[in-house]
């Protein structure tokens, strides 16, 4: 039981759920005439049980995304399988980077050369790790949003440079999120300009792929602007209690 709901019919509810999710992430590859391999759903599990993910897990969802760090250190304590990617996507002080790094597969939320460095020295201190290099992604506030962490698009290549030289971190494209508007169709414009930036870093950075980019009220018109990666939190989990 989830607040009084058995866990059976949380079931039934998140297989429509994702079923509907992953229906128009295909409905809108093949609009812009994508691939729909192209495109990763990572579900963001923020504020939700552990027994909603395992079951999303047992509907075939193999990418979680959480914004916390306290909170995700227990949920991927208890819930690790070898197949399943943990994506840390909300900002990261720098003193709690450690657990971070250790516990994570992927880092969407880099946002600064000073954090990505202080990454860098943790994975080159644990010795026995020392051939591991983690995947991450630069996030960019491209609206130039006040209340918002990520770098100004226009420091994005330098930056991307300095990263790229980390030799236990790998720059594998960028993220952003988009501000919050009444039309989807408003946001459009942010996720072209990350495309372009993106592009124009992958002509030197080879292993730049990646754009995360598209929430659950924008994720469609996210894909067809390119996005790689979406990541869906209220359209497969329902909507969260106000923290
Ligand atoms: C919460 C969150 C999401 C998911 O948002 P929804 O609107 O629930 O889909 C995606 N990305 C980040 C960085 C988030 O913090």
């Not at 729909?36 to 049980?49: C, M, Q």
């Not at 399943?84 to 720098?94: A, E, R």
Request: hydrophobic share 45%.
């Amino acid at each position: 039981m989830i607040d009084n709901i058995p866990l059976n019919q949380i079931e039934t509810e998140m297989r429509a759920s994702i079923a509907q999710v992953q229906a128009n992430i295909a409905n809108a590859a093949k609009k812009a005439g994508r691939d729909l391999s192209e495109v990763t759903l990572v579900a963001v599990s923020k504020t939700k049980p552990l027994e909603m993910i395992q079951i999303a897990y047992n509907l075939g969802i193999r990418h979680f995304g959480e914004n916390r760090v306290q909170e995700a250190l227990t949920k991927i304590a208890a819930f690790h399988p070898d197949d399943l990617v943990w994506h840390m996507i909300g900002h990261l002080q720098t003193n709690k980077a450690r657990k971070v790094v250790s516990a994570f597969d992927i880092i969407q939320s880099v946002d600064s050369l000073h954090l990505a460095q202080t990454l860098e020295r943790l994975i080159a201190e644990e010795a026995e790790e020392s051939g591991k290099r983690l995947p991450v992604l630069l996030e960019v506030n491209v609206a130039a949003e006040a209340s918002k962490a990520g770098l100004a698009l226009s420091d994005v290549p330098s930056v991307a440079r300095q990263i790229a030289t980390l030799p236990h971190l790998e720059v594998r494209g960028l993220m952003t999120v988009a501000p919050q508007v009444e039309d989807a169709e408003g946001v459009r414009p942010v996720f072209r300009a990350l495309r372009q930036a993106r592009d124009q870093l992958r002509s030197e950075l080879t292993s730049c792929v990646e754009l995360s980019m598209g929430m659950t009220n924008d994720y469609a018109i996210a894909i067809e602007e390119g996005a790689t990666i979406v990541r869906v939190g209220r359209a497969i989990f329902g909507a969260r209690e106000p923290v």
